[in-house]
């Protein structure tokens, strides 16, 4: 069973009042469990997919069915519980709030869905990144691996079917970006979440089931590993 479908979607911009294709005509279906890599150069459509898949932006046709609901059809409560719910962010910059402490950051998504018990979930997924120990530092006081597994326990602390990362390991260095795609990895394997990944990486790309090529905004080849 499908948790994503893109029905031959696509999604225009206009600047200066000239219309600019950022994905064109785009059709997948991603299952449960799955892990797929979206690859090609800078400008080729990815993060505007990935957007599109967690219902931050919205296509100028076709439709996008995130666990069976029209992401177009949402009013503003229904698609702010779909993001709550149902998905989960990673960042390349990592995003975290620097005025909060690590557990509070991950405790943050629970805390905006009015969700009990925030403390222990946060501190259980911290454990599961290995950065309890760090619960109470500021993200000033990480490296930039350690702000990304936080920023990982964050995205999983409210169990999403569907984790969306764009360029996770962009500004780690090799070793660091090893232990961060084995972290995903292992979501995958333990968890049955499904990984959608933007990423220039072909180290990255070699974690996922998946791979789909894109150019132009087109799918160019989709091959599984």
Same mark, same amino acid.
């Given at each position: 069973?499908?948790?994503?479908?893109?029905?031959?979607?696509?999604? +225009?911009? $206009?600047?200066?009042?000239?219309?600019?294709?950022?994905?064109?005509? !785009?059709?997948? #279906?991603?299952?449960?469990?799955?892990?797929?890599?979206?690859?090609?150069?800078?400008?080729?459509?990815?993060?505007?997919?990935?957007?599109?898949?967690?219902?931050?932006?919205?296509? =100028?046709?076709?439709?996008?069915?995130? &666990?069976? %609901?029209?992401?177009?059809?949402?009013?503003? %409560?229904?698609? =702010?519980?779909?993001?709550?719910?149902?998905?989960?962010?990673?960042?390349? /910059?990592?995003?975290?709030?620097?005025?909060?402490?690590? $557990?509070?950051?991950?405790?943050?998504?629970?805390?905006?869905?009015?969700? /009990?018990?925030?403390? &222990?979930?946060?501190?259980?997924?911290?454990?599961?990144?290995?950065?309890?120990?760090?619960?109470?530092?500021?993200?000033? *006081?990480? /490296?930039?691996?350690?702000?990304?597994? !936080?920023?990982?326990?964050? %995205?999983?602390?409210?169990?999403?079917?569907?984790?969306?990362?764009?360029?996770?390991?962009?500004?780690? &260095?090799?070793?660091?970006?090893?232990?961060?795609?084995?972290?995903?990895?292992?979501?995958? +394997?333990? #968890?049955? =979440?499904?990984?959608?990944?933007?990423?220039? /990486?072909?180290?990255?790309?070699?974690?996922? +089931?998946?791979?789909? *090529?894109?150019?132009?905004?087109?799918?160019?080849?989709?091959?599984?590993?």
């Amino acid at each position: 069973m499908s948790i994503l479908e893109l029905e031959h979607v696509s999604k +225009d911009y $206009v600047s200066e009042g000239v219309r600019v294709p950022a994905v064109h005509d !785009v059709s997948l #279906q991603v299952g449960r469990g799955e892990s797929l890599a979206l690859v090609g150069r800078s400008g080729c459509g990815k993060s505007t997919l990935l957007n599109l898949a967690g219902a931050m932006d919205f296509p =100028t046709s076709g439709r996008v069915i995130l &666990d069976g %609901a029209d992401t177009s059809s949402l009013d503003d %409560a229904g698609l =702010t519980r779909v993001r709550r719910e149902k998905v989960g962010f990673i960042f390349q /910059s990592f995003q975290l709030l620097p005025t909060l402490s690590v $557990v509070e950051n991950v405790e943050l998504p629970l805390m905006l869905a009015g969700r /009990s018990g925030v403390r &222990d979930a946060a501190l259980e997924r911290l454990r599961w990144v290995e950065m309890e120990a760090y619960a109470a530092r500021m993200p000033y *006081q990480l /490296s930039g691996g350690q702000m990304q597994r !936080v920023a990982i326990a964050r %995205a999983l602390v409210h169990s999403p079917d569907l984790l969306l990362a764009d360029e996770p390991t962009g500004n780690l &260095d090799t070793t660091t970006g090893d232990v961060i795609l084995a972290l995903l990895r292992r979501i995958a +394997d333990e #968890q049955n =979440t499904t990984i959608l990944m933007a990423t220039h /990486s072909v180290e990255a790309a070699g974690i996922c +089931d998946q791979i789909l *090529q894109m150019r132009d905004g087109r799918i160019q080849a989709l091959c599984r590993i």
